[in-house]
């Protein structure tokens, strides 16, 4: 292959946003690669043009092998949530950004954005995003036409996310721009171009939450309260799950949802799966996402049944196995990615047995706590301690695994 590939950034005015050696480049190569409208600013190109479409795979092999010289049109930074870097990774490039949407919508604005929390729900699902986005003071969502303003309102509005102002920003740099600030419930009744960046700013106080959240926070099954993991327990669990912000994470048995709710504003960037066999504590843990804006994915099932259904995971939570214990086991210790936890919390000493046998028969290596808390509790002008019930926490790894 000869010289390297110009990947050249460009804005919605077309030509009038690109230096003129840029233009220079584009009109002495021989193949003009981009979107249907990057392509249509140069109607006078007299070379080859070829429009992206679908995949890059396709082009990336199409171009892999051409020899002639060729210039790759992109929105903007074609390093910011673009196509700059995947093809970097595959073909010679020399790369030449513009300026991207969000610089440009936060200059509209006239706000600083180096402090701004950046995100694209562009051509990926929004799943997620409440715990992502939780408490920032200031965010830049690129967007498409499937999660336009109108959705992300909506989607805003059901985690009652009211504490933020939208800045949308339209058709930037080009005849139709349009700026203008709403509040959320105006957003999701408004009509948009499909090219828009929104910007959330935080106008007032959020709730906030910290690590180890108190148990009568969470809506509980009534009246036979009490089927939560307690907090104590849960900070040591969480603990041992050893999360980071990009982890998969399974809770098998998640009854109100605590620990897949406080796992996922832990792993903020990954993703939380749960699965529960009682209809009225889906019920409940659904509830308690919206107090809590956690976005996680919760399925109505006993497992192991449903378990396919999610991805592989990094960690596994275990808080209730319906008598299931050896069948979760097995598909659990096939399935955690390398150097992966599973905690399993037990109250009988027959469960304990089960799972330190089925672990170790599948070479795992396991450590086991006993935790046995009492709480304060007032008695006239004393006080007194009541015991909450002793729970086993066992957390197994692979065996030469560290």
Same mark, same amino acid.
């Given at each position: 292959?000869?010289?390297?590939?110009?990947?050249?950034?460009?804005?919605?005015?077309?030509?009038?946003?690109?230096?003129?050696?840029?233009? #220079?480049?584009?009109?002495?190569?021989?193949?003009?690669?981009?979107?249907?409208?990057?392509?249509? @600013?140069?109607?006078?190109?007299?070379?080859?043009?070829?429009?992206?479409?679908?995949?890059?795979?396709? $082009?990336?092999?199409?171009?892999?092998?051409?020899?002639?010289?060729?210039?790759?049109?992109?929105?903007?930074?074609?390093?910011?949530?673009?196509?700059?870097?995947?093809?970097?990774?595959?073909?010679?490039?020399?790369?030449? %950004?513009?300026?991207?949407?969000?610089?440009?919508?936060?200059?509209?604005?006239?706000?600083?954005?180096?402090?701004?929390?950046?995100?694209?729900?562009?051509?990926?699902?929004?799943?997620?995003?409440?715990?992502?986005?939780?408490?920032?003071?200031?965010?830049?969502?690129?967007?498409?036409?499937?999660?336009?303003?109108?959705?992300?309102? #909506?989607?805003?509005?059901?985690?009652?996310?009211?504490?933020?102002?939208?800045?949308?920003?339209?058709?930037?740099?080009?005849?139709?721009?349009?700026?203008?600030?709403?509040?959320?419930?105006?957003?999701?009744?408004?009509?948009?171009?499909?090219?828009?960046?929104?910007?959330? #700013?935080?106008?007032? %106080?959020?709730?906030?939450?910290?690590?180890?959240?108190?148990?009568?926070? @969470?809506?509980?099954?009534?009246?036979?309260?009490?089927?939560?993991?307690?907090?104590?327990?849960?900070?040591?669990? $969480?603990?041992?799950?050893?999360?980071?912000?990009?982890?998969?994470?399974?809770?098998?048995?998640?009854?109100?949802?605590?620990?897949?709710?406080?796992?996922?504003?832990?792993?903020?960037?990954?993703?939380?799966?749960?699965?529960?066999?009682?209809?009225?504590?889906?019920?409940?843990? $659904?509830?308690?996402?919206?107090? @809590?804006?956690?976005?996680?994915?919760?399925?109505?099932?006993?497992?192991?049944?449903?378990?396919?259904?999610?991805?592989?995971?990094?960690?596994?939570?275990?808080?209730?196995?319906?008598?299931?214990?050896?069948?979760?086991?097995?598909?659990?210790?096939?399935?955690?990615?390398?150097?992966?936890?599973?905690?399993?919390?037990?109250?009988?000493?027959?469960?304990?047995?089960?799972? $330190?046998?089925?672990?170790?028969?599948?070479?795992?290596?396991?450590?086991?706590?006993?935790?046995?808390?009492?709480?304060?509790?007032?008695?006239?002008?004393?006080?007194?301690?009541?015991?909450?019930?002793?729970?086993?926490?066992?957390?197994?790894?692979?065996?030469?695994?560290?």
């Amino acid at each position: 292959m000869g010289e390297a590939m110009k990947l050249i950034g460009i804005g919605d005015n077309g030509k009038e946003s690109l230096l003129p050696i840029y233009e #220079k480049w584009i009109y002495e190569s021989d193949i003009l690669v981009g979107g249907e409208r990057h392509l249509s @600013f140069f109607p006078d190109y007299n070379g080859e043009k070829i429009s992206i479409k679908k995949g890059l795979k396709e $082009l990336v092999n199409r171009l892999q092998h051409e020899t002639k010289k060729i210039v790759i049109l992109a929105s903007g930074d074609p390093l910011f949530y673009g196509i700059g870097s995947f093809l970097a990774s595959k073909i010679k490039l020399d790369i030449y %950004p513009n300026v991207s949407s969000v610089q440009l919508a936060f200059a509209r604005m006239g706000e600083k954005w180096q402090d701004a929390y950046m995100t694209s729900v562009h051509g990926r699902s929004m799943k997620g995003l409440a715990q992502r986005i939780d408490g920032k003071e200031k965010v830049a969502l690129l967007t498409d036409e499937q999660n336009s303003p109108n959705e992300i309102a #909506k989607y805003l509005l059901s985690f009652n996310m009211t504490e933020y102002e939208a800045f949308v920003a339209e058709n930037l740099g080009g005849e139709l721009e349009r700026c203008g600030y709403y509040t959320l419930e105006e957003m999701a009744q408004a009509t948009f171009s499909p090219l828009n960046v929104v910007i959330l #700013k935080k106008v007032k %106080p959020s709730p906030s939450w910290t690590f180890g959240i108190d148990d009568q926070e @969470f809506l509980q099954r009534k009246p036979e309260k009490g089927l939560i993991t307690k907090k104590e327990v849960r900070i040591l669990s $969480l603990s041992a799950l050893q999360l980071t912000p990009a982890s998969i994470v399974w809770d098998i048995g998640t009854c109100t949802g605590s620990v897949a709710i406080e796992a996922s504003k832990i792993a903020t960037e990954g993703a939380v799966y749960a699965i529960e066999k009682n209809e009225q504590d889906i019920e409940n843990c $659904l509830e308690n996402m919206k107090k @809590f804006r956690s976005d996680i994915t919760v399925v109505h099932g006993r497992a192991p049944e449903r378990l396919d259904e999610f991805p592989n995971p990094n960690a596994i939570f275990i808080g209730g196995t319906s008598g299931n214990m050896d069948e979760i086991l097995d598909v659990c210790t096939k399935r955690l990615e390398p150097k992966g936890r599973i905690v399993v919390n037990v109250v009988t000493i027959e469960n304990l047995a089960d799972a $330190l046998k089925g672990l170790k028969q599948r070479e795992f290596d396991v450590d086991i706590t006993s935790v046995q808390v009492s709480r304060s509790k007032p008695i006239l002008s004393l006080t007194r301690f009541d015991a909450l019930n002793p729970i086993y926490i066992i957390t197994a790894k692979r065996k030469g695994e560290v």
